[in-house]
């Protein structure tokens, strides 16, 4: 049996996976992100630890395959990455750095790119090849999968279906500068931001009103047929239907897989979703596949140890 | 050396193409498309061609990778034709009929998606592996090729980008049935349809008041400088700059290729696209290559070819 390394780079911790090949993970564990000078640990620590759990299990070199990474910022197919100013980071190559750390070839992907791949190959896209994974977080990231393959873009900005320019009308300025990105409607922080928006139109009576706001709030008034929340879950499912038929005209994947913490709230999301999706897309699209996603904080290992066996 | 045989099927003639190897295009020649009999002969049709020219050759079967074809519908990568009304064509294997009647490798491809390769391999885009290929004729077609490959979509709608939902406030309909589609504004028809909305708001003076407009007429005025015109350059700029702006989102391409009758205006189109495209993409991607197509016609029989020998 051989193994496989997988490690999601994240700004506080990376979690990392032992993996076989069959994609069983055998052993989970994190260590802290130090951000320090630059980053400039980073790279060290996560081969300390892998040649630590190397020599833990007995591992032999020629047992492991390599070791995947996603990691957040743009990265292109050869492994480079530009700049992730979350980390401290500038532009370099990961995958010869980490390799040359480590001993064991080495593949790096954008962690959005890398988790949607690892939900296709044991998630909610398993049985497919082709998926469009939306990440509907505090942003909205997304990973376009063509044929198995990460489509990660001439600068590595494949799949930053975030921030998709949406509506010429809105006020507010998204995170990344511009105005009316698809992020500003489909985030958590976008539910809440349409809630305010709506709460704030007039006075119709609501189980929102006099609450905290959060993207669970509004779904659990959705639930309860609350009218104010369903309008808000109009808004929501509208843009997001939109932008992601929009998607489809472009490489018509086999299923959209939806995760991140707004999905948590179900399948209802699916329902404001794909009408809208279905009512503008191209008609030859209209069929295809909305699956949630199901590996949750785990999509990014699994997708980094699949970059390595591709 | 090595020969392919590159078909480009319209709806009035069949394109066809004999190259070598190294994309040098040896001779052309076309046949009409008789579409009697829900277009039961044109596959024979096309067959006899190729044979009569494979004898005429003196070529032995050998000397032939294969037969490329482009046809207009949404096809697979397995070669699968999902209905092309155009040619009273239902739902079957092009690949596997002609290959039949051939008795060479035959590989499938939409039209529109086989000529992006064809500019990707001899056209504008050469040197990129990446592009988004955009037509920009009576309709809007695209082709988008990722790492030298056509991406065709689980159903054969992958680059069917004229149906980019854009404007949820269009009053008109688009061929598709649904209303806002990119087609609308940045095709030939659709340059014509924003001239007569500009030329009818107000009686501001201009050369092509009194004139029949066509999409000739008002790139002509656009570079005469014409400021009714220059305001529909705008227009059009803007919906397909934010149009390409998402697509880039999503795939991140090294270029745009952009072709069609309305490309025929030379570079003053990338004037106007250029800008709008830079303001509303995501910022990795501001920097992506526009070039002009150079194959025009030939596009289809190229790209053909091309797919034989990947």
Chains 1, 2 share one sequence.
Not at 173 to 191: D, F, H, I, N, R
Request: aromatic share 6%; charged share 25%.
């Amino acid at each position: 049996m051989k193994y496989i390394f997988g490690v999601d780079l994240g700004g506080t911790t990376v979690k990392m996976g032992l993996f076989n090949e069959s994609g069983e993970v055998l052993e989970k564990w994190e260590i802290k992100t130090v951000k320090d000078n630059n980053g400039s640990q980073i790279l060290p620590d996560i081969a300390a630890s892998i040649n630590k759990k190397v020599a833990e299990k007995n591992l032999i070199k020629e047992d492991v395959i390599g070791v995947g990474i996603g990691a957040p910022g743009p990265i292109d197919d050869d492994g480079n990455i530009y700049g992730a100013p979350n980390l401290g980071w500038g532009t370099f190559n990961v995958s010869k750095t980490l390799s040359d750390l480590t001993g064991f070839k080495v593949k790096t992907g954008n962690d959005a790119n890398v988790a949607a791949l690892g939900e296709m190959w044991m998630g909610g896209g398993k049985g497919y090849n082709s998926i469009v994974m939306v990440t509907l977080g505090t942003g909205v990231g997304g990973g376009v999968i063509i044929d198995g393959k990460i489509v990660a873009g001439a600068k590595g900005a494949g799949g930053e279906i975030g921030h998709i320019f949406m509506d010429e009308n809105e006020t507010e300025t998204c995170g990344c500068g511009k105005k009316g990105c698809l992020e500003q409607y489909g985030s958590a922080t976008g539910v809440v931001r349409l809630a305010k928006r709506r709460l704030e139109k007039d006075d119709k009576p609501s189980i929102l009103r006099n609450k905290d706001i959060n993207c669970k709030v509004v779904w659990d008034a959705v639930k309860e047929g609350d009218e104010v929340a369903i309008d808000i879950a109009n808004e929501f499912g509208k843009i997001l239907g939109r932008g992601l038929g929009i998607i489809a005209c472009v490489v018509n994947p086999q299923a959209f897989v939806i995760g991140g913490g707004v999905s948590k709230a179900g399948t209802i999301i699916l329902d404001y979703i794909v009408d809208n999706f279905k009512e503008t897309t191209f008609r030859g699209c209209k069929d295809t596949d909305f699956k949630l996603a199901t590996l949750g904080n785990d999509a990014g290992i699994y997708g980094a140890a699949k970059l390595v066996i591709d």
